[in-house]
């Protein structure tokens, strides 16, 4: 690792440590907690081209290379624009799904710098789940009054992509 790799790498953990957003999204599903569990997909995962608001905001998915089934697992994710390295840092089969990003050669909205995400699950009623997808970044962008409820708009967005396709696989599943 060069110099400015690790230079960039303790920049990107200070601004996490400093300026952390924490953004969650909820969509509640007809389906079992195992089933839900099962449907479980992330963004790369998703066959469909997201929004063209997305599209034109967010790097673009190609796909996921690894494992991501157990703690330690490390998954590449490819994009139009680069590539995060994601490890599972917890499994609670039917209820929590958790990851940190360990690396990011990607440019996300100027500048931010993934940390981690998580998929939790909860029964709401007898076959309905409610699905919650968190992320967790930091950004350089100021004025953080002005850009935070921005970032966190284009998070929500990004969330429900993922949920709606999470959605659609699960309850075709009946």
């Known amino acids: 690792m060069t110099d400015s790799a690790l230079t960039d790498r303790a920049s990107a953990q200070a601004l996490i440590e400093s300026d952390a957003s924490t953004v969650a999204t909820r969509r509640v599903v007809a389906a079992s907690p195992a089933r839900a569990w099962d449907g479980l997909m992330f963004y790369e995962q998703i066959a469909e081209r997201p929004p063209l608001h997305l599209r034109l905001l967010l790097p673009v998915p190609i796909e996921t290379v690894g494992d991501k089934s157990q703690v330690g697992d ?3 994710c490819l994009y139009d ?5 994601k ?6 089969i039917g209820q929590r799904y958790a990851f940190d990003v360990v690396e990011q050669a990607l440019v996300i909205g100027g500048g931010m710098v993934l940390s981690s995400g998580e998929y939790a699950l909860r029964e709401v009623a007898p076959g309905r789940v409610e699905i ?3 992320t967790r970044y930091a950004s350089p962008r100021r004025p953080r009054w002005l850009w935070r409820p921005i970032e966190h708009a284009v998070c929500h967005s990004f969330h429900r992509h993922i949920l709606r396709a999470m959605q659609r696989a699960i309850e075709g599943r009946r």
């Open 74 to 76: 490390e998954a590449r």
């Open 81 to 85: 624009r680069g590539y995060l390295i």
């Open 87 to 92: 490890r599972v840092s917890q499994v609670d």
């Open 132 to 134: 919650r997808v968190t």
